[in-house]
């Protein structure tokens, strides 16, 4: 076994299958890179516990995946319960950059199961998150990650559906329905239910109303979890990927947008933060802007409410602007 006790007892890992299994699953990997052609039949599988995710009150771990013979590199990551990658994965593989390749992962093993849980297999991004850099790199170096940032937000906007998307799913709704019906069930969260009553029911009514009147853009894909986590940034190659598409979906451009915006008041790098979101939206809407715009108040209200759940779900601190905004639009509406 490849894989040592201290990688997952203790480490940080909090893996919930036990440590006999790890060859099991190693041995699983083998077969299916095998099955689809991506390993020769002498080389060899190891895995090694790259972070931690929280399915149905347990504890599993994604997994990089090398192999010693070949030098190959892959992901095995486990499928939570809504993971919209599954969806976009196929439109994705249509985008291409001609020098970098696949700027973002590509499915290469369909999920399979093993002990219950389901895995797929995806290509290697090679580099480091974002969030792993010192905050000493120059500002050239954060100006240069933000505009191929957002080369790689433009390219994902040339990808175009008829309809727009909910839960891995093409739905029939238009963009205000969905956000309606969303904004309707997130309304119920204890937290959220906690506020005053009627300033909730003001700040519904007038959400709705605004979206009545409101055009939206052509259903495009939009990843909505950009942060520095899922930025990959590879200095000897000057590539800048996006991974994790698990909240990607076709969506409302400005839906999108709003995310980004947003991203610049969680509690994320300092330097992202400070550096790369206000180089992203210099030439663009900016923050200050969207509190401006009725559609980015409906977005900004909702998206500060879906923070808000998030933090209090994962029993977190939430950023302090973060619950400010939301409380704004409370008291404004």
């Not at 790259?50 to 995946?65: C, Q």
């Not at 210099?282 to 409410?305: E, G, H, S, T, V």
Request: charged share 20%; aromatic share 14%; with cysteine.
């Amino acid at each position: 076994n490849s894989l040592d006790p201290s990688d997952v007892v203790g480490g940080g890992v909090g893996y919930e299958m036990q440590f006999s299994h790890y060859a099991d699953l190693e041995m699983e990997a083998a077969r299916k890179l095998l099955q689809y052609g991506l390993v020769p039949s002498a080389d060899g599988v190891r895995l090694h516990p790259h972070h931690s995710v929280l399915i149905r009150g347990k504890w599993f771990s994604h997994f990089v995946i090398t192999c010693p013979h070949s030098q190959q590199t892959y992901f095995l990551k486990v499928v939570k319960e809504q993971d919209n990658f599954l969806f976009c994965n196929r439109f994705l593989q249509n985008l291409s950059d001609k020098d970098d390749g696949y700027p973002w992962p590509q499915i290469v093993v369909s999920p399979f199961v093993f002990q219950g849980m389901q895995y797929y297999i995806t290509t290697y991004i090679k580099g480091q998150p974002l969030d792993a850099f010192p905050e000493t790199l120059p500002q050239s170096t954060w100006n240069y990650v933000a505009d191929q940032l957002m080369l790689r937000i433009n390219q994902l906007t040339l990808l175009k559906a008829p309809q727009y998307s909910e839960h891995g799913t093409f739905v029939r709704d238009n963009c205000a329905t969905i956000l309606k019906k969303k904004l309707a069930s997130r309304m119920r969260h204890p937290l959220i239910s906690s506020y005053p009553h009627k300033k909730l029911e003001r700040a519904f009514d007038w959400v709705c109303e605004i979206l009545e009147h409101r055009k939206f853009s052509q259903p495009t894909l939009i990843h909505m979890d950009i942060k520095p986590a899922n930025i990959i940034y590879e200095p000897d190659t000057g590539v800048v990927a996006l991974i994790d598409f698990e909240f990607a979906r076709f969506g409302d451009i400005d839906y999108g947008w709003t995310q980004i915006l947003l991203s610049g008041r969680n509690q994320f790098n300092q330097f992202y933060r400070e550096q790369v979101v206000p180089h992203l939206t210099r030439d663009r809407i900016n923050l200050d802007d969207a509190f401006a715009i009725p559609k980015f108040q409906c977005y900004l209200f909702y998206q500060a409410m879906c923070n808000l759940i998030y933090y209090d779900d994962h029993r977190l601190s939430c950023p302090k602007e973060m619950a400010e905004i939301f409380e704004f639009f409370i008291k404004q509406m």
